[in-house]
């Protein structure tokens, strides 16, 4: 049937246009899917450089390298380029690519809105990114942006930060509708709702949370815009406003935020175990249950994050059972991911050992998230190194490391050529080593008191400093070589079977490697 | 598969880059006039980009639509190509659902926490020891700090203007139904006259409403720097208003294509979208009615 449909396809339609005019004017969910991983990877080597100009300074106590203010670009930029640059436009990407192909849908379903979704963000970025050289610099107030940081003391580019979020914003609502109504409407015949993979799953969920907060997202910002531009008075006191009043606004979108950088990675670590344990996902139903209720309970958590800015005794106990809460759906997850592992049999390619060093290390990030939880040990937490280490903890093994495990999965769908196993194995050990070695330090320096955001500290903290410094130079140079993997992937090599891993199920692994141009353009028959 | 309909997927597009381009420009221009003018620069450049943004927005707006509206009108969609606009557009009213809620979450929270806490309530009394002898009440007319934020001497009261829009707005949207109802029996005349109706209703809307701003503005002192009472009026209702102009456009442009002849009874979704739209900006401001007027 695959086979048909792909040959099917190249009757009717040509292959792509010639030049950068492929680029600029496609519709294709191909072409869109690579520019959005070219995109992101782009912005996490600038994302990551900032992070090394963070950990160079931090390398050893007193001030060395940048001025304070530079140090506060640093986190600032660092933080919100990762998340807005690098991880959502890797899921949006890997959503482009994959989800038509895993439904059987000729495309997405509005395609010339999925090229402006992708083209908006290199407009937002080169917006944001502009702002370090304006006068007084980029944003310094911490990716978070509370007020009265960004509004009051805010330097003058925040106003091109907030349109900046605003385009951002547009984009990802798109990408969102966009996913939606693919799901729901483009489906092969016969691919009901609970035969869908679970990373179309995830990302059909992930996508109601993006609609529904990123209007919040842009909601926050302009009434920054207005107290800053117009005397508007939403969070400043002196009108009656109040700052905590951002705090709460920006985290009803902030933290289902969290959980749309993870989902999409959830889904994907749930087709990869299973493809290389060669089981079936162990509790599928449950996984889509659990998805759901992990989406729901996002957002009644927002609050956990302001334990100490006063917020009354009913609702940080409130918030603090409701994130508790959350745990057992995540349990449900892991549980079934080792489940399907448990007596499968196992080899452990470049995909697995991402999957499983997710499994263990997001856990990790999981605990230290309960740990944050509880309230009354909040206090001595909050705002140490301790929630750098939790956040880092599950965005890096967690999103990051699914987008890898994901991107050497379908690497051979995409080039038609299988990576270099040997390469990638290094990369993933080098990764796994420098990444825990940056991180996992950064526990002890926030127990032991160790504030966030700051670019001097005290002499006690130093050698966990320069232990985690070394750690992330390594694991930065490190994504040097997954760049050379893929380029090298995307130029020959081994030539990929329509389905080179034995185990993998689904409808992306029936068409050829790599995926015609144009797939299922009269849908295949899911039985 | 042979009753199948291809799911038309056009070649190449060129609107998508040139929206980004305008949409760029016209949000760097944006900025720019923001910026200068707090910095007491001259902003004429600035304008001039944004103008350019502006203008580049509107011919991509033309363009964008005006081939989808040539590619429906050749029967080049299918009835799956027609849900994939209904989820597309229920899902886009959907977030502007979620932008205006939070708007109303920062006017609940100003209201029920804010205020009072300031005021000295609560066991976040402590507030009060900023301004002390700050009486809180709502609507806020004596502000914590009127040297900064100068009071309204009074806000709109609900059973004037706003009455008279709720009314105008809940009866726009029974004459657009009535007006859907004659599209789908392929009443011409009967759908045109309802169309109409709507919008000289929706006109009327944004007439009361800009004369309700002059008031506020000129006899008032309720500003957008009055205060946070100032601040989630003219939020909430202005960007209502900046909606129902919007909403007021589509039906205009939908009056124009239906004079030229555009629908049929059973393919109009250009038009139902503009009606759903409507509806949601009917149900925006009751919202707004009860929850910045009335209460």
Not at chain 1, 94 to 118: H, T, V
Not at chain 1, 368 to 388: C, E, N, R
Not at chain 1, 475 to 485: H, K, N, R, S
Request: with cysteine; hydrophobic share 55%; proline share 6%.
């Amino acid at each position: 049937m695959s086979a048909v449909a792909g040959t099917h396809a190249q009757d009717h339609h040509h292959g792509p246009a010639s030049g950068i005019s492929r680029w600029l004017l496609t519709t294709n969910h191909k072409d869109i899917g690579s520019m959005y991983l070219i995109f992101s990877f782009t912005m996490f080597l600038l994302g990551g450089t900032m992070a090394m100009v963070i950990r160079a300074e931090l390398f050893q106590p007193g001030l060395q390298i940048v001025q304070p203010e530079f140090f506060n670009q640093m986190t600032t930029m660092h933080g919100l380029i990762m998340v807005f640059g690098a991880v959502m436009p890797a899921f949006v990407g890997l959503a482009n690519w994959m989800i038509p192909l895993m439904i059987g849908a000729p495309d997405m379903a509005l395609p010339r809105m999925n090229n402006w979704s992708f083209w908006l963000l290199p407009c937002a970025f080169l917006i944001l990114v502009s702002t370090l050289f304006m006068e007084g610099g980029a944003p310094n107030f911490g990716w978070t942006f509370y007020a009265p940081l960004s509004t009051t003391y805010g330097p003058p580019s925040t106003t091109f930060f907030i349109f900046a979020i605003h385009i951002m914003g547009v984009s990802s609502i798109m990408g969102a509708i966009n996913v939606i109504a693919t799901v729901l409407n483009m489906r092969a015949p016969g691919m009901t709702l609970m035969k869908m993979p679970m990373f179309v799953w995830t990302w059909l969920i992930t996508a109601f949370l993006l609609i529904a907060v990123m209007p919040v997202l842009a909601g926050v910002v302009t009434m920054m815009l207005m107290d800053i531009n117009f005397g508007t008075s939403f969070f400043n006191a002196a009108g009656g406003g109040d700052p905590v009043l951002f705090q709460h606004v920006f985290w009803f979108f902030g933290h289902p935020e969290v959980y749309i950088m993870i989902l999409p990675a959830f889904g994907a670590i749930s087709q990869i175990i299973p493809a290389f344990s060669r089981k079936r996902l162990f509790g599928y139903a449950f996984m889509v249950y659990a998805t759901g209720a992990i989406a729901l309970l996002s957002f009644l958590v927002w609050a956990h994050h302001m334990f100490t800015v006063g917020v009354p005794l009913a609702g940080q106990l409130f918030f603090m059972y409701a994130t508790l809460l959350i745990a057992v759906p995540t349990g449900v997850k892991v549980f079934n991911w080792v489940a399907t592992m448990f007596r499968g049999s196992l080899t452990l390619e470049a995909p697995m050992l991402f999957a499983i060093a997710f499994v263990i290390l997001f856990s990790i990030g999981g605990f230290s998230g309960l740990m944050l939880a509880i309230a009354p040990a909040d206090f001595q937490y909050h705002d140490t190194y301790f929630v750098v280490a939790h956040f880092h903890y599950v965005l890096v093994p967690g999103a990051i490391f699914g987008i890898f495990a994901s991107a050497y999965f379908w690497l051979p769908k995409w080039t038609g050529y299988m990576y270099d196993e040997t390469l990638a194995k290094t990369h993933f050990w080098l990764s796994f080593v420098g990444m825990n070695l940056a991180f996992f330090p950064m526990h002890f320096l926030g127990l032991a008191g160790m504030p966030r955001r700051i670019p001097d500290y005290a002499l006690q903290f130093a050698d966990f400093n320069m232990v985690s410094s070394i750690g992330a130079f390594m694991f930065g140079a490190t994504q040097l070589l997954f760049l050379l993997i893929v380029v090298k992937c995307a130029r020959g090599g081994v030539k990929a079977p329509a389905k080179p891993w034995e185990g993998a199920e689904g409808l992306e692994w029936e068409v050829p490697s790599p995926a015609p141009y144009h797939t299922f353009t009269t849908p295949p028959d899911v039985k | 598969m042979a009753d199948y309909q291809n799911y038309y997927v056009p070649e190449q597009s060129k609107w998508p880059i040139i929206a980004t381009v305008g949409l760029g420009v016209m949000l760097y221009g944006a900025a720019s006039i923001m910026v200068d003018s707090n910095q007491g620069d001259s902003t004429g450049n600035a304008w001039m980009i944004f103008w350019a943004g502006v203008l580049v927005m509107i011919y991509m707006l033309f363009g964008w639509f005006g081939s989808v509206i040539k590619e429906s009108r050749s029967g080049l969609y299918s009835p799956q190509m027609d849900r994939s606009f209904r989820w597309g557009m229920s899902w886009f009213i959907f977030s502007e659902v979620m932008f205006f809620a939070a708007f109303f979450g920062a006017l609940f929270y100003a209201r029920v926490f804010a205020v009072p806490w300031l005021g000295g309530e609560g066991d976040r009394g402590s507030s009060n020891m900023l301004w002390e002898g700050f009486q809180a009440t709502w609507p806020l007319i004596n502000n914590p700090d009127p040297e900064a934020y100068p009071a309204p001497e009074s806000v709109i009261g609900p059973w004037g203007l706003p009455l008279i829009n709720t009314i105008l707005l809940v009866t726009s949207s029974f004459t657009i139904t009535v007006a859907h109802h004659a599209i789908k029996a392929d009443n011409r005349k009967k759908l045109k006259i309802w169309l109409a109706a709507t919008i000289a209703l929706a006109l009327v809307f944004l007439f009361f409403q800009a004369e309700e701003y002059m008031h506020a503005y000129q006899d008032l002192n309720l500003t957008l720097q009055s205060g946070i009472y100032g601040s989630t009026f003219f939020m909430l209702t202005g960007f209502h208003g900046f909606h129902v102009m919007l909403g007021t456009l589509m039906l205009i442009i939908m009056f124009i294509r239906i004079q030229k002849g555009h629908f049929t009874a059973d393919s109009h979704f250009g038009f139902e979208a503009t009606s759903w739209y409507w509806h949601f900006v009917d149900v925006v401001w009751l919202g707004l009615f009860v929850f910045v007027y009335v209460i």
